[in-house]
């Protein structure tokens, strides 16, 4: 870099960070630049490493997710600062939370397969309100008769829940405690200074051969290691109702 400072290529940073309103990649955050004046990968990796450090010791600290960086509060300030919301957190029934948890630790995976795991009849209305959380997409159909949407995560998915990659997916216990989540959620939903509704140019079509989406394919190529390490088997619990309160 040429004009910019180190000091000064901190502060545009943190800045944006602060009022994107949604994760940031290196390569947005490049963006920000013009082309003869642009900061390399390195530095700017350098400059959120050290903007980290320094909101250490502070109340909100600055992650990276599936889909970049992005300020929030602590997790531990959760029991207070969801108190700021008189909304109650969304209630998940058991059968949505195995519904959940059988896709993103066995995908790709199509809704017979899921409804063999479990046992019983997975109900429409929660795939419907997974897809409308935008948690899982179909990301393909498979070749056998009827041709069944296969089902998969989604970057979404792995923001909600603070992780990188599916390789960092918790145990099935911790997965399950999904109010602390929905807690923790609502702290970073106030942290946000823009209200981003959902990028309908990443939905998927409906053609069988339009399956992946190019800004998804980190997420794609961890669903193929998940498959090949087998990472967790599910709990197969019979007669468990099909509500959703979300």
Known sequence: MNAITPEKLQTIIEAALMVAGHPLTVVSLQHLFPEDDKPTTA????????I????KD???ELQEVASGYRFQAKKELSPWLAKLWEERSPRYSRAFLETLSIIAYKQPITRGEIEEIRGVTVSSNIIKTLQEREWIRVI?????PGKPAIYGTTKEFLDHFNLKS?????TLTEFKNLEAQEEQLQV????EHSNIGPDNSEMIPEERDAIEQDTEQDNDDNVIALAD??????????????????
């Open 43 to 50: 530095e700017i990796k350098e400059t959120i490493a050290a």
């Open 52 to 55: 980290a450090e320094r909101y």
């Open 58 to 60: 502070s109340g909100i």
């Open 140 to 144: 393909g159909y498979r070749e056998v």
């Open 166 to 170: 599916l390789v960092e997916l918790p």
């Open 188 to 191: 970073q939903l106030a942290l």
């Open 229 to 246: 390490t087998e990472k967790k088997t599910i709990d197969n619990d019979n007669n468990e109702s099909e509500s959703v309160t979300g």
